[in-house]
């Protein structure tokens, strides 16, 4: 049983948005941080975000600005909001939850025109 679940990635244009999320399915998180990394093709793994229980967040100089990352603690679900992107978002984007250290099984995202 997948201890994280993504969806919500697919194929959008340049300068359009898409909203990620990922679930424990019914389990609260165990740690204080969830986040968000990608892999394009050929490249490693990359952080994306992260958000605290308390809210507070952090962004990779990539993303500062276009994306927003929150989190809903009472139904164990984190979102990522990606606005206004470009063909190098193009990856697949995995949610990690810090210290148990699960990762989903990733949803791809993909910008092209």
């Known amino acids: 049983q997948a201890q994280l679940v993504e969806s919500g990635g697919g194929l959008v244009q340049p300068g359009g948005s898409l909203r990620l999320s990922c679930t424990t399915s019914?389990?609260?998180?165990?740690?204080?941080?969830v986040g968000w990394f990608r892999q394009a093709p050929g490249q490693e793994r990359k952080f994306v975000a992260r958000?605290?229980?308390?809210?507070?967040?952090n962004y990779s100089d990539a993303v500062k600005g276009r994306f927003t990352i929150s989190r809903d603690n009472s139904k164990s679900t984190v979102f990522l909001q990606m606005n206004n992107l470009q063909p190098e978002d193009t990856a697949a984007y995995y949610c990690?939850?810090?210290?148990?250290?699960?990762w989903g099984q990733g949803t791809q995202v993909t910008v092209s025109s």
């Open positions: 958000i605290y229980r308390s809210k507070v967040a």
């Open positions: 019914g389990r609260p998180f165990s740690v204080e941080a």
């Open positions: 990690f939850e810090f210290g148990s250290l699960y």
